[in-house]
């Protein structure tokens, strides 16, 4: 793998102690960046694949908790299966060539969606690298797959159904709190930090849920020119948001200063 340049000389504007500790990316482009060079759709999702690792290993250096990539959606099923074989074989490749760079970095590695539905060689090395970087403890990478957040949604509601039927649970205990251990991303905080890229000003179906409070970060960049300059650059318009919660600005900063007092 490349080495990540001195950080120094790419950070200098950055609150590395202000950093999201989730970031989630929303990884579109693959296909124009492609066909800008006459190229086929699947050369776009090969360079893609190469942006991804570049993200990653950058997220991990900057010590980012929790990395979430959206590789494949329920809907891109409906692409042609061509394109699909392709994008399968890409992901194949990338986890046995990454899982030595994981296990070395200590990155956890999971895949969240409806996974039952990936090819069987595809959901055993999903769980096989799943199961070899489990002791992973500075960085959950999740790639999402076969991932749709109205699904996640609704595979939840029928979990928690299961539980009230059985009787282990009063309809009047489901809070939003307990609702979100039913989700794939139970465990885990929500992401600060949302991108997406290639200029789609949309959701697409990602972390529905998830993102009530997230802060949005959209640019033009297609996903394989998205390298380590773009990732700070999203790095550092986050860090100029006022994050509010609903709440009054002034009410924040109270509970900042009395935060940095304890
Ligand atoms: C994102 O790139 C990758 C996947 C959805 C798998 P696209 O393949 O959607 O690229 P565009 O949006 O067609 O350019
Ligand atoms: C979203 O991209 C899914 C992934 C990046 C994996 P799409 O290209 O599928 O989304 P739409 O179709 O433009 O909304
Ligand atoms: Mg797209």
């Given at each position: 793998m490349a080495q990540v340049k001195d950080l120094s000389t790419i950070t200098p504007s950055l609150d590395t102690h202000r950093l999201p500790r989730h970031v989630a990316i929303i990884m579109d482009g693959n296909g124009r960046w492609a066909q800008q060079r006459g190229l086929l759709r699947n050369k776009g999702h090969a360079a893609g694949v190469e942006a991804a690792r570049i993200v990653i290993r950058l997220a991990r250096k900057l010590d980012i908790s929790y990395l979430t990539l959206?590789?494949?959606?329920?809907?891109?099923?409906?692409?042609p299966a061509l394109e699909i074989k392709a994008i399968m074989g890409l992901l194949r490749r990338f986890l046995a060539r990454e899982l030595r760079e994981m296990q070395e970095n200590q990155i956890a590695f999971q895949a969240i969606g409806n996974l039952k539905q990936l090819p069987a060689a595809v959901q055993r090395d999903l769980a096989q690298t799943t199961a070899a970087t489990?002791?992973?403890?500075?960085m959950v990478l999740t790639l999402a797959l076969s991932y749709g957040g109205r699904s996640e949604i609704v595979q939840a509601v029928q979990a928690l159904g299961k539980e009230i039927q059985a009787g282990r649970?009063?309809?009047?205990?489901?809070?939003a709190a307990l609702f979100s251990r039913?989700?794939?991303?139970?465990?885990m905080p929500d992401p600060d930090l949302l991108i997406r890229t290639s200029g789609e000003y949309r959701l697409s179906n990602f972390l529905l849920w998830q993102s009530a409070y997230t802060e949005l970060y959209l640019t033009e960049t297609l996903w394989p020119d998205f390298r380590e300059e773009e990732f700070l650059k999203a790095l550092h318009a986050y860090q100029q948001r006022d994050r509010r919660f609903g709440l009054t600005q002034e009410q924040i900063e109270a509970l900042n200063a009395s935060n940095s007092r304890h």
């Open positions: 959206f590789a494949f959606s329920e809907e891109n099923w409906q692409r489990a002791a992973g403890a500075k649970l009063q309809p009047g205990e489901v809070d039913y989700l794939y991303t139970a465990g």
